[in-house]
């Protein structure tokens, strides 16, 4: 039995001229194709500026310091995501907190984040940020948080990682209308890849400037952004402040923009493959993905959720039967704040109980565009047996 992972990249042969043109060319780094890249990222999702670097926790990273988050702020994320989406404001000295999950969507909750504020509030403890995470896709209830940090005063990054093809209200995540910035991964798992990278997109010229300077060491040589020196020195850069090498290279930006132009295809095959699993699955004592009218996830993952009230069996016993039968199936996520290294900073079980007991159920099925019609019917079986 050939191994089936739960998630993989899909390169064809247009990718791989494009990455091997850019190795004949003048620039491996720093050249034409990081702006055609980051372009090609804005358009399609309707935001003015991208920032390109080389992965979606260093755009977390310069997205944060570019809102100013630093020493003293809070910032406040789900627990059901990737450690990245907290770790961001760590690195700027800031402290995190967790705000439970929608028991529906799995995306942080409206109800919860609401009475949350309320109560930061009235200690004085508002976040400078909040995070939402756009789980498995599908997009969060953004104007509901987009109302709230109005009403509160605080930023918005999207962590769009699972998210890029995904719609919300019909139009592309990723727009920025409802947050200040938006990052996407492009980790061969993700939607699309550039084997590591990530972007930041926002509609504001002013955090376009900072991120661009945090992605490069915290440089500029924009005259606009340089102090004036005697006129017999040559100054043709200037740091202006403490910056990163978050740079992405032409080589990896060449795969991205080949891989945007298949993009609308991956989520496409994503979407019959979601539907396929949706209807093998209707009869079965699970629950599937549900879907929000308001949204079109990119369906970066497919999780379903066991629990031995409903069907008799563990998340265990399923989880072990997939493995058994060589399907790589995963968890995401354990709630971050149960990390050891989040327990050590006070954090305790409890905190998010949505949370806890979505971790306790879930499973991440086999999802990506090169699944055959064979290999997921191999995984529908392994699940319907494990379950009978
Ligand atoms: C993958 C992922 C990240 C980190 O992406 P990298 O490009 O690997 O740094 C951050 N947040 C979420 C939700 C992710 O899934």
Redesign the pocket.
Known sequence: MIKIPYGRQDINQADIDAVVAVLHSDYLTQGPVVPAFENAVADYCGAKHAIAVN????A?HIACLALGVGEGDIVWTTPI??V??ANCALYCGATVDFVDIDPRTYNISIERLTEKLLEAKRIGKLPKAVIP?HLCGQSCDMASIYALSQQYGFKIIE?A??AIGGKYKNDAIGNCRYSDIT?F???PV?IITTA???IALTNDLVLRDRMRRYRTHGISSDPDQMQSRPADEIWNYQQISLGYNYRITEIQAALGLSQMRRLDEFVLQRHKIAECYDVAFSELPITTPWQHQDTSSSYHLYTIRVRPSDCGKTQRQVYEAFLASNIWVNIHYIPVYRQPYFENMGFRSGLCPEAEQYHKEVISLPMYPTLTATDQERVIAVLKEALS
Do not use: N, P, R, Y
């Open positions: 992965s979606a926790t260093s977390l995501t990737f990245a989406s995470v962590d990682s699972h990052v991964s492009f980790h993700k590591e990278g990530g």
